[in-house]
């Protein structure tokens, strides 16, 4: 089923939905509310998904059979954990199934669909996908990091989203003392280069939610902008791995300008 639109209204948009769609297809095709912190689905308290408002980012799912679900999705090769993770179940109903997508989308009161962001243990770069587990595993080996929270960010004038590292050092390491020049040493000589992270983030802690999980989302929301760190109040130093370079240096005002000008390109 295709909307046409040949105007500025769907200008953005990846699809605009009306009526035949919502008659044909809108008990199939839902946005779950997820925690914009946890990237967790939010449920009621009877323990069934809430579906997301108009305007407000939701994570597609598909309600599948669920006596095809094995024809629906065949799994990941070799990972069954990562292949569960997938399905929901009991979403509106006791036993019914749905799959998640792991896009999350927003739809407006005029029916226009506009792509979020991807939710998932995985970001795209440089056409790859890069494993934040994978690349956690690498830096958690290093021995001056106490631990790290790996996710993909957007930056200026690039596709996909580039990896970025919270890191905590541990605590007999200094900022002056961590030796950032190993670290890359350590991660390019075992990481593919598409997955090796392009920028640090150094905090003095990670944060946490009352469930004792990592909170990514405002992390990603900032990403390198560092205008958007300081308006959160954060203290945090940001270094990187500029074009050309084999180690991570600071990255300054003057770096943030210059990719959002397209001086530089990663």
């Known amino acids: 089923m295709y909307n046409r639109n040949r105007g500025d209204f769907s200008s953005g948009a990846i699809a605009v939905r009306g009526y035949l769609w919502h008659l044909k297809k809108g008990a199939i ?8 912190d946890t990237e967790d689905i939010v449920r009621d308290s009877d323990g069934f998904l809430i579906r997301a408002n108009s305007g407000e980012p939701g994570e597609v799912l598909h309600c599948i059979d ?6 629906a999705f ?4 070799g990972n069954p954990g990562a292949s569960q993770k997938r399905w929901l179940r009991s979403v509106f109903k006791p036993d019914d199934l749905f799959f998640r997508s792991g896009d999350v989308m927003r739809v407006d009161s005029d029916g226009r669909v506009y792509f979020v962001d991807r939710l998932s243990d995985t970001f795209r770069w440089k056409s790859e996908n890069v494993s934040t587990n994978e690349v956690s595993d690498i830096l958690g080996q290093f021995d001056q990091i106490a631990e790290c929270n790996v996710y993909g960010v957007s930056v200026p004038n690039a596709d996909g989203r580039c990896g970025c590292a919270t890191i905590v050092p ?7 003392s961590f030796d950032f020049a190993r670290l890359y040493t350590h991660v390019a000589g075992i990481l593919p280069r598409y997955a090796v992270p392009l920028f640090l983030r150094v905090a003095p802690q990670l944060s946490y939610t009352g469930t004792f999980k990592i909170q990514k989302g405002q992390a990603k929301r900032e990403g390198v902008d560092l205008d958007l760190i300081e308006q959160a109040g954060s203290k945090d130093s940001l270094y990187w791995i500029p074009p050309g370079v084999t180690a991570y240096v600071p990255f300054r005002r003057e770096d943030w300008r210059a990719l959002k000008a397209g001086d530089i390109k990663l």
Not at 29 to 36: Q, W
Not at 170 to 176: A, C, D, E, F, K
């Open 74 to 77: 065949k799994g990941y090769y």
């Open 66 to 71: 669920p006596a095809m679900a094995e024809a």
């Open 29 to 36: 095709e839902i946005r779950a509310r997820i925690d914009p």
């Open 170 to 176: 541990m605590s007999s390491i200094t900022l002056g």
